[in-house]
């Protein structure tokens, strides 16, 4: 057969897991089963952890693949349903390999990916890639939240599930529990995760999924119940293994199964055995019959042991108890496995030559339970090439031992139970059955994912028909995943990765320094051969929708070998290789195809929005050139960073977390950017800006009427110099344009989430009743109470809404000004609107005495009307009449369209500290135009000039004034942590939280251990050096937490607070007005502003050192 062979002979699976599930030792063993590394390494190694930072962390930060070759014999009999990539049926069901079965030379295609939720974007990559997925969860920890949403997103990408329960060995080294009780744990563990599933699917139900195309992905109801199947782990079915991939052994109940009937433990058929191997069954030898087996109160069997912990689990804990036993007779530690180090020998001195041989008392319990129930190929399916038998005395145990060097406990049991049952094989095998080949993947179980994405419309034309003509046969060949050479070749890169020369072997680049880094790109061959230096491929972006020019490149093909990458000529369909020569594109994904009629990959995006940013720049100016080719080619490497540029010069980095952003920084001045020296910025944290009602706006008349003095920040510089700050009272301004043209009174209130969700929905939501009450009475001129029910204010707003943005954020329009009733023209010898004197008028004039104040009156009285006033007051005069028709006529056709971009621009930074405005409504209510009379006797009127940019200008300014003399509040982003914590460490963890501002949500004991699972959130801005601190305070005892995005918060806290009363002068102290003109204390939200502000280079309150030079007094006095 060829190193590569056909789609039917080929797996592609990728490892998935909460971090520290034990990902990367599993993938050990399986490189071990080719000879690739050594027994003694596998396990403690971590081959595929490449990097020296991974493996200084102990965690997986990069995906990695390799190809493995596997001999696998299919059983007689394959079950047809969406797991079975054979989709073949047998005669019988003996359930046994061997006989009739021949031999299949696989290759699988294996991809470790990280748990980590930093690297969340690799684990999307990896799962593009692959059409299986091994889903490892802790036999003793269960399911955490990374693995629920690992669970999701597998099943959006469709791929066959394989449950591997890890660490069993825990279970019996760690917890002490008896073989029953195990048995109890892991049947436990398994209906939690069977239920997760269930409620996934549910969930899924509810909502088709339909493709660009119109074809629904779950259009066969025998599909979907196929799917439900698979998602279902039953380890009868043969997708459950259970294992310890520390030590190396792992089983399926079906291998299980065979070999106890082939050994004659159990003279029972396997398909009925492996029935009840998993369940509440007994086996009773002196009858043959299976007998139902009933759990105690007290957790055991009340004598009875079910079939799973007799046969399955009992000889791994009597080889367990056996090693232990031999390793005291032998002088080691008594504690099981303590002080092991990663060459599998003791580190105490004193014991140091001490090791375990065949004939130490204990090992003779080993030999017997090897007897039985073994799942080595040697014993299900004996063929030529299969290891030989497993030892059945000390002497041919001790060859075994010997030639490995195995001497400490933990290097015998793993000798002894790697060949007992093999992880491996039972992987592999399990691999091989369960998930499907890439062609029946490409045409049946993912077929929304692989495929190609539909051109746009090109029009009727002969030209445009053969286009179509052309990209149907491109897209049949990558659903049927077709190999040969005469058909399209289309391969999908979806993720690129750095590596250095020397890592790569291709002699044609023999002449490129070891130390040149060179970008990888990981693809899958959907359909063709995909060759090296021959042909020209055409390159389609994720964003091509078939018009424009297509750049062509020549390649080179490579294959995965872990770290290592080895240059190959050609690659065929179903196949994941590494493709160089791409860097050029300048793209983070990309689809090549020889055809010029191809379209790219629709893939996945779910939106995953980097929380921690810096600000990168080059200590030497000299360097700013390779600083941006290295963020440049660092953004390409990894898809989740996003590196932008802003209008001041600076190079923002954002990565998903503080371990993404350090591993980042690392690998752009090692590997990018030639070791130059950077200064990083401390960490930028987003926040948002709103407001808050007053006390009494809930009463329209009242509020209006209300003349208390402006609030505190519209006194005190830097706010106070906020230009149009004069016209602005008690979130109402009347913003006058540049030249004084034109006047637009506005005014900002604040818009609960859940009226948003109103408006966004067109419908009342539940919980927003009073909500929706609340708004309407600050913005409902009227007394009647039946006019301001929810579903009366919703319709209110809905008629009056013009804009609303993805912040939360609305732009209003008042009913009269919509009719046109509030657009007043100010009949003006210069072209101005009246603007209010300022203090210091000359006395003895009155308002009257200035043009256009009894328009601005006007416009007054329609304010007092509300939201919905439409009638107008008073009748006017033809002349007047003509004079605002015309200024309706420009403020529809010149002004009214600018308003939405003067609105965005306003959301887009507030008056606090720049920051994005969140959860605001701003109201136009009444307008002012400037006219002039050309010809009054027949009605002709002229208004002033006025440009769009005029409008934007001035509104913006008028809104963020009207925001000003509101209550000021901050809007934080809050992050959602997960950990584990044990009953030592809890009162530490409380303590940080407390201190960091975090709140608990939930917490949960992890049965059957003394872990507890804490679910907090914690505002962004404290999250900054959690896990080191937690450490730290907690000696260990809370594991390291996992961040994600939860939601945004306003901080209710006021930053202009100061004490007023003598009361609160006495508990907060007197304001110091010498030095620092705000309050002084601990003020948490004034912090944050400060904060931004100086990074923004922004004038900060507290930076004047002297309010008043003039004014101070000497200490000492003059004699």
């Known amino acids: 057969m060829a190193m590569l062979p056909p789609p039917d002979y080929t797996r592609l699976v990728t490892i998935i897991a909460h971090v520290d599930h034990g990902k990367t030792t599993l993938a050990d063993n399986l490189i071990e089963s080719n000879g690739i590394i050594s027994e003694r390494l596998a396990g403690t190694l971590r081959y595929l952890d490449s990097d020296p930072e991974e493996q200084r962390r102990g965690i997986t930060m990069r995906a990695s693949a390799i190809g493995l070759r596997h001999s696998y014999v299919p059983p007689r009999t ?97 917890l002490g529990l008896d073989t029953t009780e195990a048995y109890v744990r892991v049947r436990e563990l398994v209906e939690t995760v069977n239920a997760a599933c269930a409620s996934m699917l549910n969930s899924a139900a509810t909502m088709t999924t339909t493709t660009e195309d119109g074809d629904d992905d779950d259009d066969d109801d025998d599909y979907r119940d196929a799917e439900a199947d698979a998602w279902n782990f039953d380890p009868f079915k043969g997708n459950v293994v259970f294992a310890s991939a520390l030590h190396g052994w792992g089983f399926s109940v079906p291998a299980l199964a065979r070999s106890l009937f082939r050994s004659g433990t159990v003279p029972l058929k396997p398909p009925m055995m492996r029935r009840h191997l998993f369940g509440d069954a007994k086996y009773d030898p002196e009858t ?144 091989c059955e369960t998930g499907p ?79 040149t880094n060179m970008l990888m790109g990981l693809a899958r061959v959907l359909s063709g051969t995909l060759r090296s230096e021959d042909v020209d491929y055409y390159a389609f972006g994720p964003r091509y929708d078939g018009d424009g020019n297509t750049p062509k490149q020549r390649i080179r093909c490579y294959l995965l070998m872990g770290s290592s990458f080895i240059r190959v000529d050609s690659v065929p369909a179903g196949h994941i290789c590494a493709i160089y020569n791409l860097e050029a594109l300048q793209l983070k994904t990309v689809t090549i195809c020889d055809r010029r009629e191809c ?48 209008a001041k010069g600076e190079r923002i980095l954002a990565c998903l977390g503080e371990i993404h952003l350090e591993q980042s920084i690392l690998d752009l001045k090692r590997v990018y950017c030639d070791n130059i020296e950077l200064r990083i910025s401390d960490p930028i944290t987003p926040f948002c800006e709103t407001t808050d009602w007053f006390e009494n706006e809930d009463n329209f008349d009242s509020f209006l009427e209300d003349k208390s003095p402006p609030l505190r920040q519209s006194t005190i510089p830097p706010y106070c110099d906020e230009e149009g700050l004069a016209y602005a009272n008690r979130g109402r301004c009347r913003t006058i344009l540049s030249g004084r043209g034109a006047a637009i009174s506005i005014r900002a209130v604040p818009l609960p989430r859940s009226v948003y969700a109103c408006l966004h929905s067109k419908k009342v939501v539940d919980g927003s009743h009073d909500d929706l009450v609340t708004v309407g009475k600050a913005l409902s001129g009227s007394n009647d109470e039946k006019s301001r029910t929810a579903s009366m204010v919703l319709e209110l707003l809905l008629d009056s809404l013009k804009n609303i943005d993805d912040s939360g954020n609305a732009l209003l329009e008042s009913s009269a000004l919509s009719k046109g009733f509030a657009i007043k023209a100010v009949e003006s010898a210069t072209g101005e609107v009246y603007v209010p004197q300022k203090e210091g008028s000359k006395k ?206 306003v901080l209710d806290e006021d930053p202009f607070w100061i004490p007023t009363t003598e009361e609160e002068r006495e508990d907060f ?42 004014k101070q007094r000497t200490l000492s006095r003059k004699k």
């Open 78 to 174: 394959s079950r047809n349903n969406i797991g079975n990539g054979n989709g073949r049926k047998g005669k019988n069901d003996d359930g046994v390999n061997g006989g009739g079965s021949a031999s299949r030379d696989m290759v699988v295609h294996l991809i470790d990916s990280p748990g980590h939720v930093d690297f969340s974007a690799e684990v999307t990559s990896s799962l593009l890639l692959c059409d299986s997925a091994i889903l490892v969860v802790d036999a003793v920890e269960g399911m955490c939240a990374r693995t629920h949403s690992l669970v999701r997103e597998a099943y959006l990408h469709r791929l066959a599930p394989i449950l591997v329960i890890n660490k069993v060995d825990r279970l019996c080294l760690e």
């Open 288 to 431: 043959g019959r299976v007998l139902k087996w009933k759990q105690s109160r007290s957790g055991g069997g009340g004598g009875s042991v079910p079939m799973f912990a007799e046969y399955a689990l009992g000889p791994l804990w009597e080889i367990y108890e056996g090693v232990s036993h031999a390793a005291a007779s032998a002088g080691l530690k008594g504690e099981p496995f303590a002080d092991v180090g990663t060459d599998g020998i003791t580190r105490d001195k004193r014991t140091e030559h001490a090791k375990i041989v065949a004939t130490t008392p204990g090992m003779e319990r080993v030999v017997s339970a090897l007897q039985a129930g073994s799942t080595s190929p040697s014993v299900i399916s004996p063929r030529p090439g299969n290891d030989g038998p497993l030892p059945t005395s000390a002497r041919e145990l001790q060859k075994i031992l010997s030639r490995i060097g195995a001497g400490s406990e933990s290097s015998v049991v793993s000798a002894v139970l790697r060949r007992y049952r093999p992880l491996s094989d039972a992987i592999l095998d399990a691999v």
């Open 437 to 515: 080949s890439p062609a029946d993947a490409a045409s049946r179980h993912r077929k929304r994912a692989l495929a190609l994405r539909m051109p746009r419309s090109l029009g009727g034309t002969d030209e445009a028909a053969r286009t179509m003509e052309e990209f149907g046969k491109i897209r049949e060949a990558a659903r049927r995943c077709d190999p040969g050479d005469d058909v399209p070749t289309v391969a999908h890169v979806c993720k690129f990765t750095s590596t250095s020369r020397a890592a790569v072997t291709d002699p044609d680049l023999s002449q490129l320094p070891s130390s």
């Open 599 to 646: 379209m790219p990959l629709r893939g996945f995006d779910f939106g995953l929005q980097p929380l921690v940013k810096v600000n990168v720049e080059p200590v030497s100016a000299s360097d700013a050139e390779t600083l941006e080719r290295g963020l440049l080619k660092l953004s390409l490497a990894d898809s989740s960073v996003q590196v932008t540029a802003t």
């Open 844 to 1049: 003895g004039e009155t308002p009257t005495a200035f043009e256009g104040h009894g328009e601005y009156q006007t416009t007054q009285q329609f304010l007092r009307g509300g939201l919905g006033c439409i009638s107008s007051p008073s009748e006017n005069s033809t002349s007047a009449a003509d004079a605002d028709a015309t200024a309706l006529k420009k403020w529809r056709q010149d002004m009214r369209g600018s308003t939405l971009a003067g609105f965005q621009l306003a959301m887009r930074a507030g008056p606090l500290c720049e920051e994005p405005v969140r959860g605001v409504a701003v109201i136009l209510e009444a307008v002012e135009i400037a006219v002039t009379a050309s010809n009054r006797a027949i009605g002709h009127y002229v208004a002033r000039d006025v440009t769009g940019g005029m409008v934007v200008a001035a509104l913006r300014s008028g809104i963020r004034c009207a925001l000003l003399t509101r209550p000021a509040r901050l809007v934080e982003g809050h992050l959602r942590l997960t950990l584990h914590s044990s009953l030592a460490g809890l009162g530490s963890l409380h303590a940080v939280l407390s201190k960091r501002r975090g709140k608990v949500v939930t917490d949960a004991m992890v049965d059957g251990t003394d872990l507890i699972q804490v679910t907090a959130t914690i505002p962004q801005a404290e999250s900054f050096g959690l896990a080191p601190e937690l450490m730290k305070k907690s000696s260990g005892e809370v594991t390291a937490p996992e961040l994600v995005f939860s939601h945004w918060e």
């Open 1069 to 1110: 102290g007197q304001n110091l007005q010498t030095g620092d003109s705000s309050t002084g204390l601990d003020n948490n939200a004034l912090k944050l502003i400060r904060m931004v502000r100086n990074r923004k280079g922004l004038l900060v309150d507290s930076s004047k050192i002297v309010v008043a030079a003039e």
